[in-house]
C-alpha cells in the first residue's frame, strides 16, 4: 500500500506555501520513484487505498488547472 505523499514524491507536483513549486523533496523523492520503476517493470504490485485517489486528483486539478488534464495524469497512474 503506497501513500499518497508518496506518489506525490514521485510524481513531482508538490507545492510550498513559501517556496512555490518543488522539484522534488529530497530525499524522499530517490525511494519513491524506486518504488514506481519497481511496478513499472512488475517486480513489485502497488496499491492506493480510494481516498488517497481523491486526494491525488484533488492536488493533480489544482495543480494543473484543468480537470481533463488532470484525468489523464490520473490514468497514467
Known amino acids: 500500500m503506497i501513500a499518497a505523499n508518496v506518489i506525490m514524491d514521485g510524481s513531482r507536483l508538490r507545492k510550498t506555501p513559501y517556496y512555490g513549486e518543488v522539484a522534488a523533496r ?4 530517490t525511494e519513491a520513484e524506486q518504488v514506481f520503476l519497481l511496478a513499472a517493470n512488475n517486480m513489485t504490485e502497488v496499491f492506493i487505498t480510494a481516498s488517497s485517489a481523491t486526494d491525488i486528483y484533488y492536488l493533480i486539478r489544482k495543480h494543473l488547472h484543468n480537470h481533463e488534464e488532470a484525468k489523464k495524469v490520473m490514468v497514467k497512474l
Open 26 to 29: 529530497k530525499p524522499w523523492n
